[in-house]
């Protein structure tokens, strides 16, 4: 059988971002458990902010049927979103606007979303650990009628949940990491 493949969407375009490092830890993380891990930027899918009138004009972006085809190649996806505000950042929300609107010949408005097992994860630098903004995309996800893991990573202090060796470095997120990663194969084996 072919490996399992999980794409990997970090939710910040920053240089230095908590949310693309912890991305990168999930992902290795995945790829020592055997799937075939692709990690993107949001960068390489430039989208304008959504616009009724620009899709009903223009039709929806290249870079939204790119990030959509790229989400279809794929039985697993884990979105790591930073917290903005108490919910997900525009540039998430952005993203998945657009990719919801997106209608291929050969599947309903919609389908990428509800075909594949989706994670999620969160870093911010207080205590909370992103845990609002993971609120917010599970409900978002919800409203796409993606099926979202039921265990979800929060990691607080951020800044300083890491070893000299770039590890995590508390029992308690390698616990909540590996169970992340265990149930997103679990349920990404079961969509194939
Ligand atoms: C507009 C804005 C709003 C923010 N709101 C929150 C918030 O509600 N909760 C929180 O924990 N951090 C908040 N932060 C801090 C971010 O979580 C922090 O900058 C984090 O490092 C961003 O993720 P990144 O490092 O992956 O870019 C906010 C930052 C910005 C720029």
């Given at each position: 059988m072919s490996a399992l493949k999980i794409l990997v969407i970090p939710g910040s375009l920053r240089t230095g971002s908590l949310n693309a490092r912890?991305?990168?830890?999930?992902a290795a993380e995945l790829a020592v458990a055997g799937a075939d891990v692709t990690r993107i930027s949001l960068a390489d899918f430039p989208l304008p902010i959504?616009?009724?009138?620009l899709q009903a004009k223009s039709g929806v972006p290249k870079p939204a049927i790119n990030l959509k085809r790229m989400m279809s190649a794929h039985q697993g996806v884990l979105i790591v979103t930073p917290e903005h505000?108490?919910?997900?950042?525009?540039?998430?929300?952005?993203?998945?606007?657009?990719?919801?609107?997106v209608h291929e010949l050969h599947e309903a408005r919609g389908q990428v979303f509800r075909d594949r097992a989706f994670a999620i994860a969160a870093a911010s630098g207080n205590r909370l650990g992103g845990t609002r903004a993971?609120?917010?995309?599970?409900?978002?996800?919800?409203?796409c009628q993606a099926p979202v893991i039921p265990g979800q990573l929060a990691l607080s202090f951020?800044?300083?949940?890491?070893?000299?060796?770039?590890?995590?470095?508390?029992p308690a997120d390698i616990e909540a990491l590996k169970a992340l990663v265990?149930?997103?194969?679990?349920?990404s084996q079961r969509m194939m």
């Open positions: 912890l991305a990168a830890t999930i959504y616009d009724g009138d505000n108490s919910s997900v950042p525009a540039l998430l929300k952005n993203a998945i606007d657009w990719v919801s609107r993971l609120a917010a995309l599970r409900l978002i996800l919800s409203a951020a800044n300083e949940a890491y070893d000299d060796m770039d590890r995590l470095k508390h265990r149930q997103l194969i679990d349920f």
